[in-house]
């Protein structure tokens, strides 16, 4: 089993950054991938960012690519979601999640084994 928590959400004016980090713990950590989502009132949970835990590489989504960057920690089992030039409609709980396996498509929620319990960030205008 995997735990994941998340830190780092809160309140941010536009235009402000915030950090927010995700820890695994549990059983020897070694996800194929890690990703974030978000989830909006009313609105369904959509992909932000996604990294390769091996390899690296980096994908995003369109509406926040060049704004949030995705990143790791190896030795801490730790990736983080830098966002700078945050907007009010960036405003959401936001996830993180693992996957154990490959990924035909890792914008899909369901491609995610494991999920934390989510971090709010509002951005006011």
């Known amino acids: 089993q995997v735990q994941l928590v998340e830190s780092g959400g809160g309140l941010v004016q536009a235009g402000g950054s915030l950090r927010l980090s995700c820890t695994a713990s549990g059983r020897t950590f070694s996800a194929y991938a890690m990703g974030w989502f978000r989830q909006a009132p009313g609105k369904e949970r959509e992909f932000v960012a996604r990294m390769r835990w091996s390899a690296g590489s980096t994908y995003y989504a369109d509406s926040v690519k060049g704004r949030f960057t995705i990143s790791r920690d190896n030795a801490k089992s730790t990736v983080y979601l830098q966002m700078n030039s945050l907007k009010p409609e960036d405003t959401a709980v936001y996830y993180c999640?693992?996957?154990?396996?490959?990924?035909?498509?890792?914008?899909?929620?369901?491609?995610?084994?494991?999920w934390g319990q989510g971090t709010q960030v509002t951005v006011s205008s």
């Open positions: 999640a693992a996957a154990l396996g490959s990924q035909p498509n890792y914008r899909d929620l369901y491609e995610y084994d494991y």
